[in-house]
């Protein structure tokens, strides 16, 4: 949820910044600058809107090599468990 807030809010900074300094249209030269910031605009807001690139905790599952000894700890978010 907020990735999407903040998407929204950069989105709407952005068209308030355009809107705000935009003057007179001039259609005189058309290169490519729109369409390079078109795919930058984009790209922002496609990576703050994208998942996470790395796997919830306990998506590996136990390890498969002999046997261990689960300890809970604190890792400064939440409490996890490992294999020691």
């Avoid at 990735?3 to 300094?21: D, E, H, M, P, S």
């Avoid at 001039?26 to 996470?52: D, K, N, Q, Y």
């Amino acid at each position: 949820m907020k990735k999407i807030v903040t998407a929204l809010l950069a989105a709407t900074t952005i068209a308030l910044a355009v809107v705000a300094t935009s003057g007179a249209a001039e259609a005189r030269w058309w290169g490519p600058g729109p369409i390079i910031g078109g795919v930058v605009a984009g790209a922002v807001v496609g990576s703050a809107l994208a998942a996470p690139y790395y796997y919830p905790y306990g998506y590996y599952g136990p390890y498969p090599y002999g046997p261990c000894v689960w300890r809970t700890y604190w890792n400064g978010y939440r409490w996890v468990r490992a294999c020691y």
